[in-house]
């Protein structure tokens, strides 16, 4: 059984912004930013709040708003927003018209199964992203992809120097994209990368971290003899396979799956977490905090 | 796999009061709230918000308030709260201090799994109620309950006028109570004594409803071979199974498993779905809207 | 989490033949089987077995025999397991080289979710079948399904009479498919058509049978205020949504969940729960026993 | 949702045995087992088989086997099943009179979450067990266990050398009990205990084992920010949680849990994998092979 992601955004969104916060606790945050967006006739839609120690521990909220005329209002509010939390507060924001979805270029390999994944709930409405291009160190899936109508970028990366295949990955993200997802994408990418890139990455982990970091996670399970087998939502640090993570599930083997059946299922759980967490990521309900996630699903 | 049940409330409970809003979603009802306590110099620690409609819609809100001093300074909160949604606002609010655990009283009859589930959890400080008594029509789990110091009455309930057992269940409620729990007891109450006795009643239905309404439903399962086989709990009225359900959950079976096998994984999900139910509605994470619920887990 | 689907099956394939057995249960069945397997020099590869009663109850075996010679050996293998089951013994028995995949036509309608799952797993031969065609109501997925190199007929069935659509669909069916699998197909079929065809055929329900029989079925669930939405593959009798069920499961959903967001996830759960049931129904691990099933999955 | 344990065996349980075989895989083990059965009049109740190699793999077969003065007619059954494997064949092999219960001794510390489930499944009986004794290094709860009428043995075992409370378990457990159960036992047992105890020992790992071996698991676990937790229940050897894999689960966490919740949490889900894995222990459902197992539920 799968966990929630709920949708209340897909409503009206054409008029809804989301406010995200996030900072040190005290009182009368809630109440500065609801003056501000009931100023502005705002209704709020949804309002998700955790503090993780209500004495000087880290606040975070999300909230979503509507707002006739939103994109005309937009600047002004933010102008407010940032007034009002200027005096005595450490908090910061970003506003966002909900009705312009993020831009996200996914990375793929060889398999298919967690890109085909996303490109299919995309291309039935049920991912609020809009898909810039695919980019694939191999030219297996091209004709795959383009036929969803999106561009597909071979850009061979052999050997240990990644540098200019990450520096022609940088040509074409820059200013392009909001976020990266890797769907299954069989390369490390350098720190410096990470760094250059500038906008989130997503990494699906075939398997149910901290457990079997590393390569070949359905062969050490099966070596181990588990029972359940899991995949991992995380986004990508400097640290391999330790970013924070957003989601994970499982599902259950047995004795009898060989480890290319637990590959199988595995594959199954792939997808599913990761169009959970690219889903959550796109409507703003994933907010890091250090190496963990406040995710308000 | 379970759903989540939060605990942020537990902390600090000494100092913490749970505000429950309800009522016609307008713009700035956040915001009235928010300033009166900020005023109070409450904090906010948790904040659940939804509405099923931004236009005219209904809306919901659960706010956890930590405050100094909060017992001496409650009547003035309400008093201001009540004053600052009076004009212009369509909502109902309820103000509760979390260090006053709600009183309740467990109905059994000889099943005891749900029953001392809900003992034992409370024996260990993962309930937060006060267990006012047991009241039972069989005598056969005194013993078992009163080793928990907890008061068990015997009321024996015959035959189809339940007005002499209702009547005395009455005067051992009346007052003494918050809410009641049908924890497995066998019997059905009457309309009379459901509107008399004034305060929520939660029952665990020994099925997924609306599947198997009504008695027997491990032998409807058998008979109709089903793979999963489920338990709900849901607050009571007047129609029999079609209260507002508040948690469900099911395990898996097969072929092999008899109508008492079923019955027997059925008793594990029922004690884990009314934990859940009892959990929640004790912290005010339940609340009512017609014949559903919305529940901030 | 989901149900096991083991797969010991796709060891060796080639030489390998499943045996199903079923029948009146009484001491022996195993060891005639048994004997006549190893006078072949046959290796059982899996044996489940299951008995409703040992006294007198209805016996169930899937034996996966593996054999030298498998395809030349298997009339005189058949002819040898009809001899030691004629005497005394009251049960029947398939005998099927698992080099053959079972052939299979796909219905749909307008929906894919379904039936691209089934076609992409196949694509990746994780779905031990031959399809055949898909026969869809609705010209909508030809090059969907053409893409895959499958043939996609187009058979309009309007109006309460579907006389000429079934025709039609008896036509394209005759000899040339084992078993049939209605994806999401949106057309009731007529009991004469259901008899003639002589096949098994699959559906998938898009509910938690017997809960929310019929149409419309999230709609139902988002009224009756549930939290789990479900679906059930089950073979297809004349009495609509009541075949036996082969495999059902469950996702979660909560209040903020509309009925589009439900449907959304419900369809991932019917692709799954459809998969798993025709893989379990490509390998002979489902047997049909009255209104029930016995699956060895 | 959990998993399956199947009772076939709670029927007519009196003159049924359990018979379980392992060794090399070869054609002909099921027929020559068979015979014997058939000779002896046996009726199989279910039969599990697998393989995990069909050629030159090792062998593993669970029979349950229905047979009238089955008491008196053991000792011969034995007999004949010897003769019968002894000719060609590798395989090893156990028959048990299933009406003799397992006898098991549990060891606990301070928590009883799983020891009273255990208790409890027992007394309504779930458990197909004799339970002999409890051994604890706490006085604590004496009482709940004498309660339901069970020995209570106070062993303590502080400091480092562990040798005198081991002689005195030993003094205890020899000749006393079949397998031995570690609920929540928070001390490490010597190899040389796991040695000369010479009966299983099953152990409840309040993690989902590879991850977060050793101690403090749930810190360990909010650290990390997973967003599952589950528990492990494996055999002891003498390497710590390196054990052979008998059952595991998950339970799902969030942001808002604090590692106490987490426990609170995960007391839950390791009640309810240590019961699975000790009635599947008690059915003989559970092989070793090596550090794996193969269990059939």
Same mark, same amino acid.
């Given at each position: 059984?799968?966990?929630?992601?709920s949708?209340?955004?897909?409503?009206?969104?054409?008029?809804c912004?989301?406010l995200?916060?996030?900072?040190r606790?005290?009182p009368?945050?809630?109440?500065?930013?609801?003056?501000?967006?009931a100023?502005?006739?705002?209704n709020? @839609?949804?309002?998700?709040?955790?503090s993780?120690?209500p004495?000087?521990?880290?606040?975070?909220?999300?909230?979503?708003?509507?707002?006739?005329?939103?994109?005309?209002?937009?600047p002004?509010?933010?102008a407010?927003?940032?007034?009002?939390?200027?005096?005595?507060?450490?908090?910061?924001?970003?506003?966002?018209?909900?009705?312009?979805? =993020?831009?996200?270029?996914?990375?793929?390999?060889?398999?298919?199964h967690?890109?085909?994944?996303?490109?299919w709930?995309?291309?039935?409405?049920?991912?609020?992203?809009?898909?810039?291009? @695919?980019?694939?160190?191999?030219?297996?899936l091209?004709?795959?992809?383009?036929?969803?109508?999106?561009?597909?970028?071979?850009? $061979?990366?052999?050997?240990?120097?990644?540098?200019?295949?990450e520096?022609?990955?940088?040509?074409?993200?820059?200013?392009?994209?909001?976020?990266?997802?890797?769907?299954?994408?069989?390369?490390?990418?350098?720190?410096?990368?990470?760094?250059k890139?500038?906008? $989130? #990455?997503?990494?699906?982990?075939?398997?149910?971290?901290?457990?079997?970091?590393?390569?070949?996670?359905?062969?050490?399970? =099966?070596?181990r003899?588990?029972?359940?087998?899991?995949?991992?939502a995380?986004?990508?640090?400097?640290?391999?396979?330790?970013?924070p993570? #957003?989601?994970?599930?499982?599902?259950?083997?047995?004795?009898?799956?060989?480890?290319?059946?637990?590959q199988?299922?595995?594959?199954?759980?792939?997808?599913?977490v990761l169009?959970?967490?690219?889903?959550?990521?796109a409507?703003d309900r994933?907010l890091?905090?250090?190496?963990?996630?406040?995710?308000?699903?």
């Open positions: 059984m799968s966990a929630n992601s949708s209340t955004s897909t409503k009206a969104v054409g008029e912004a989301s995200i916060l996030q900072g606790d005290r009368g945050i809630v109440a500065a930013v609801a003056d501000v967006l100023k502005h006739n705002g709020i @839609v949804s309002l998700d709040q955790y993780d120690d004495e000087g521990g880290h606040f975070f909220q999300r909230t979503i708003v509507q707002l006739e005329g939103l994109k005309a209002r937009l002004e509010l933010e407010d927003l940032t007034t009002a939390l200027s005096e005595g507060f450490d908090i910061t924001f970003t506003l966002r018209d909900l009705s312009q979805p =993020k831009r996200v270029a996914i990375f793929a390999s060889k398999s298919d967690c890109l085909l994944d996303l490109l709930r995309h291309s039935h409405g049920e991912l609020p992203v809009s898909i810039a291009m @695919v980019i694939s160190n191999h030219p297996d091209a004709r795959e992809v383009q036929r969803f109508g999106i561009p597909y970028f071979f850009v $061979p990366s052999q050997g240990p120097d990644k540098s200019e295949a520096a022609e990955h940088l040509r074409l993200l820059k200013d392009n994209v909001d976020f990266v997802v890797l769907a299954r994408y069989m390369q490390i990418l350098s720190p410096s990368f990470i760094e890139v500038g906008v $989130p #990455i997503i990494n699906i982990h075939h398997s149910f971290l901290p457990a079997f970091i590393g390569a070949g996670p359905y062969a050490k399970a =099966k070596e003899g588990v029972k359940l087998i899991g995949a991992t995380h986004y990508v640090t400097e640290d391999l396979d330790e970013g993570i #957003i989601e994970q599930d499982v599902a259950r083997v047995n004795h009898s799956d060989s480890a290319a059946d637990m199988r299922r595995g594959a199954n759980v792939e997808r599913n169009s959970r967490a690219v889903y959550w990521h409507e994933v890091r905090n250090g190496n963990h996630t406040v995710v308000f699903p």
